[in-house]
């Protein structure tokens, strides 16, 4: 199975600052990659897909970025209903395999 | 707009099995767009894929879990379903149902939308 691991776990920001989520892949997956947000007592929301499009609908101010083994999302400027957690997910073989989350909470 | 909703027994016994339906509404669960994946989460925990169908009835699990999952498809009422053998503590979770699409024509697709979920307890 590929594992995918993100970094941090957990994450302090303020709502205006950038923030950078990582996730790392144990094998190369190409851009097979994509992104989730998720709310508590929710279901995952798609963000993005293929490393790097869009969602449609999805702020702008979400951005993903990668390929091979090393991915990032970026928010570019916090708003107060982006703290959430967020996982990757690859889709480049099976067995399908998400990341552990990061939560993103208020400092 | 799409829309799926999971439906099934919030609580099972150990050694029993868990059934989970999802219907689909909005669209056509036949079209040759998607496979229709199950997702769950134990409580504080991550994601883990479960499996995915086509509408033909073709079937991708995940190994883990193989050997006491079946994901079945009944095109005629749009719906399909889930049933994971043998349950034990470790099967409490919230289980969402998705749309699975095909990317180039492969499952390297993603899940979206999802259902609300429904949460699963095992226990005596």
């Known amino acids: 199975d590929i594992q995918m691991t993100q970094s941090p776990s957990s994450l302090s920001a303020s709502v205006g600052d950038r923030v950078t989520i990582t996730c790392r892949a144990s094998?190369?997956?190409?851009?097979?990659l994509n992104w989730y947000q998720q709310k508590p007592g929710k279901a995952p929301k798609f963000l993005i897909y293929a490393a790097s499009s869009l969602q449609t609908g999805v702020p702008s101010r979400f951005s993903g970025s990668g390929s091979g083994t090393d991915f990032t999302l970026t928010i570019s400027s916090l708003q107060p209903e982006d703290f959430a957690s967020y996982y990757c997910?690859?889709?480049?073989?099976?067995?399908?395999?998400f990341g552990q989350g990061t939560r993103l909470e208020t400092k | 707009q799409l829309q799926l909703q999971e439906s099934g027994p919030g609580l099972v016994k150990p050694s029993e099995t868990l059934s989970l339906t999802c219907t689909v509404s909005?669209?056509?669960?036949?079209?040759?767009?998607?496979?229709w994946g199950w997702i769950r989460q134990p409580p504080g925990r991550g994601l883990e894929w479960i499996g995915s169908?086509?509408?033909?009835?073709?079937?991708y699990y995940n190994p883990s879990l193989e050997s006491r999952v079946t994901i079945s498809v009944d095109t005629s009422k749009n719906q399909f379903s889930l049933k994971l053998s043998s349950v034990t503590a470790a099967d409490t979770a919230v289980y969402y149902c998705?749309?699975?699409?095909?990317?180039?024509?492969?499952?390297?697709?993603?899940?979206?939308?999802w259902g609300q979920g429904t949460l699963v307890t095992v226990s005596s």
């Open positions: 169908i086509y509408y033909s009835g073709s079937t």
């Open positions: 998705a749309r699975h699409p095909l990317w180039r024509g492969l499952l390297r697709g993603w899940f979206d939308p």
């Open positions: 997910q690859q889709s480049y073989i099976t067995p399908i395999t």
């Open positions: 094998q190369s997956i190409s851009s097979y």
């Open positions: 909005g669209g056509s669960i036949s079209s040759s767009a998607y496979y």
